[in-house]
């Protein structure tokens, strides 16, 4: 989880923060990623702006676009919620984002040979979920909740106030009903949802319902409103 109170309407304070995150369920990081997929981890290089670029052979692939070689990025430090990585070692890998993949020490990426359960589901029922276009709706098992996000930081009454760029994607400045914005990037949670998608206009997020998710697309609206 990446949300920060709103202290300045563009500014991302980073340092001082440390990594707290709520370990996700498999549904959850199934219905959260874009890219899926195990591989032996082969070189590893600093990338600017504080991260790690992290190249994977590829040996098998459960969701995402790219070839039989993919190059993610990670925060350089675990107080930033990056993931140690190691060379010529094998992991399975759950990333977010479009062209730029991120993982996070707050994914179910681990060890392949930890991995024996997600590689299972993914293998007999959970790859042909993840195998399904992220923003096409999701039946099936009831989604889980995080604790830790506020209520009022939810998709119903999000309200999209600013959007800006890093060289890595977009970032959304999003008002909740308690009058506090929070940072943004796909991946991230709210109460009821999860970000889905961030380009230079709207915000778009699954919420979920039930046992069933619909996607919600939000437009910006200059703050205040």
């Given at each position: 989880?990446?949300?920060?109170?709103?202290?300045?309407?563009?500014?991302?304070?980073?340092?001082?923060?440390?990594?707290?995150?709520?370990?996700?369920?498999?549904?959850?990081?199934?219905?959260?990623?874009?890219?899926?997929?195990?591989?032996?981890?082969?070189?590893?290089?600093?990338?600017?702006?504080?991260?790690?670029?992290?190249?994977?052979?590829?040996?098998?692939?459960?969701?995402?676009?790219?070839?039989?070689n993919i190059r993610i990025k990670t925060a350089e430090t675990t107080e930033a919620c990056g993931y140690v990585f190691?060379?010529?070692?094998?992991?399975?890998?759950?990333?977010?984002?479009?062209?730029?993949?991120?993982?996070?020490?707050?994914?179910?990426?681990?060890?392949?040979?930890?991995?024996?359960?997600?590689?299972?589901?993914?293998?007999?029922?959970g790859a042909r979920e993840a195998d399904r276009d992220p923003f096409v709706e999701m039946k099936g098992e009831k989604f889980?909740?995080?604790?830790?996000?506020?209520?009022?930081?939810?998709?119903?009454?999000?309200?999209?106030?600013?959007?800006?760029?890093?060289?890595?994607?977009?970032?959304?400045?999003?008002?909740?009903?308690?009058?506090?914005?929070?940072?943004?990037?796909?991946?991230?949670?709210?109460?009821?949802?999860?970000?889905?998608?961030?380009?230079?206009?709207?915000?778009?997020?699954?919420?979920?319902?039930?046992?069933?998710?619909?996607?919600?697309?939000?437009?910006?609206?200059?703050?205040?409103?």
């Amino acid at each position: 989880m990446r949300f920060l109170a709103f202290l300045a309407l563009f500014s991302i304070a980073a340092a001082g923060y440390p990594c707290t995150c709520e370990y996700p369920s498999f549904t959850d990081q199934v219905a959260e990623a874009t890219a899926i997929f195990s591989g032996k981890m082969t070189e590893i290089e600093p990338a600017g702006n504080n991260q790690l670029g992290v190249q994977f052979e590829i040996i098998k692939k459960y969701r995402g676009s790219f070839n039989r070689n993919i190059r993610i990025k990670t925060a350089e430090t675990t107080e930033a919620c990056g993931y140690v990585f190691e060379v010529d070692q094998e992991y399975l890998v759950y990333a977010t984002g479009n062209e730029n993949f991120e993982v996070s020490l707050c994914s179910r990426t681990r060890l392949l040979k930890e991995a024996s359960d997600d590689l299972d589901k993914l293998e007999r029922g959970g790859a042909r979920e993840a195998d399904r276009d992220p923003f096409v709706e999701m039946k099936g098992e009831k989604f889980g909740r995080t604790a830790s996000v506020p209520k009022e930081l939810n998709v119903t009454n999000a309200v999209i106030v600013g959007i800006t760029k890093k060289s890595d994607g977009y970032i959304a400045l999003v008002r909740a009903t308690n009058n506090k914005v929070y940072f943004l990037q796909v991946g991230d949670k709210l109460h009821d949802g999860v970000v889905l998608r961030i380009d230079s206009k709207a915000v778009t997020f699954r919420q979920f319902k039930g046992y069933r998710s619909v996607l919600v697309k939000k437009e910006l609206r200059p703050f205040p409103d």
